[in-house]
Each structure stands twice: as structure tokens, then as C-alpha cells.
């Protein structure tokens, strides 16, 4: 009893969790989609593609950690990488390999099932940019506010599904031409396998990590 009733608490606090990250992305989200743009009779150079001073470069590779939460399981970390091949300045098509380690309740009926604890996603993405500015103490930096959908498989207990995702993200360029900084949340959408039946998840990942921009 005493292990049901900590295992229902320790659910209820990781959903509180998840709802505050959930509300504090679409915060942050819509602070920078309102705050920093710039009327349209004098829109700045930096918000052109075209014209801004980091160019379009081709060929993106962004290694990333962070956080993955899930509805059916445990808070756990999540590493991965993307290789993007960005065709224009909004529009960036590639491919994602994420690999985390399952934690779950061992008396759930997802829990009972499990034999193998790695859990990896495979995906194709399509990402589409808007280019923005932030202010860091009086300095402009260029940025992306980019939205994300993909497809592709998730291993999870040795069986492999068919997973989406959509999500969102911040690039932050620097003063090197070849970097930028990339922070990333996304939501994966599947159907999760329990012991006797099959479940709907939404899986949400918070990762950060570097652009590597080449071409």
C-alpha cells in the first residue's frame, strides 16, 4: 500500500511537472514572437535572410541532451543528433537518432512487460524558421524560432513502432559563422506496448546543444 500510494504521488508530481514546462514553452514562445518583432515600414536588415549578417549555410549538425519526460514513463535523459540540410533560409529537411534509458513503475502494466530498457527514435523532420532578433545586455543577436514535424520509428522494449513528433526550438547564432547554440521541445506521439493492451503516448524532450554549421 504504502508503495501504490508513493508511486500514484510521484505520478502526480511529474505531471505537475510537465504541465508547468508545457506552459512555460508556449510563455516563451510567444514572448519572442511578440516582443521582437519589428514594424513592418522598418523591418532591420538582421530579420531578411537574405540580408542578415549570418548566412544560410547548407549542411547542420547539432548533437543535443536534455530531459525526456513520459505519460507512461519516468523522468529519464535523452542524447541525440540531427543532421539537417537547410534549402532555404526557412526550410531545413533532415534527420533525428535520439537513444534514452526507460525508467517506469515496475508494478505498471507497462513495467511488467519490459525486458529491454533502450528506447531510440529514428525520424525525418521538416523544420520551418522565422528569423528573429534577441537583445543580450546591448548587444542584437540573430536567432530562429523554428517549428518542427517528423516521422520515423521508436525501438521501445525491443519492438519498433511508428512514431510523429512536432515541436519547437530557438538557434541563437554567435560571433563564430560556424555556430550557434539550438534549444529544443519536442513532443513524440506513439503507441506504447503494455502487457495486455496498447496505449496512446505523447513523450515530451527538452534539449539544448550546439549548431555546427558547414557550407
Known sequence: ?????????WNRVTKNMKSKKILIFFLFFFFFNTALKAEEKNIPSQLDFNTRDNKIRFLE????????????????????????????GAITVGAEFNYSSMQFDDD???GKSVTDRKEMITQGYFTYAFPILQRTGKAIQEADLTTTVGAGLIHLNGKNRF???????LKIYTSKPWL???????????????????????????????SFLFF
Open 180 to 210: 550557434a547554440l539550438r534549444f529544443d521541445v519536442m513532443t513524440y506521439m506513439y503507441s506504447i506496448p503494455r502487457l495486455n493492451d496498447s496505449r496512446f503516448a505523447d513523450d515530451w524532450t527538452f534539449s539544448a546543444g550546439p
Open 61 to 88: 549538425i547539432e548533437p543535443f541532451v536534455g530531459e525526456y519526460l513520459g505519460n507512461y514513463l519516468n523522468n529519464s535523459y535523452v542524447l541525440g543528433a540531427r543532421l539537417g540540410f537547410r534549402l532555404t
Open 108 to 110: 505498471s502494466q507497462f
Open 1 to 9: 500500500m504504502l508503495r501504490c500510494s508513493l508511486s500514484l504521488k
Open 163 to 169: 512514431e510523429g513528433c512536432v515541436g519547437g526550438g
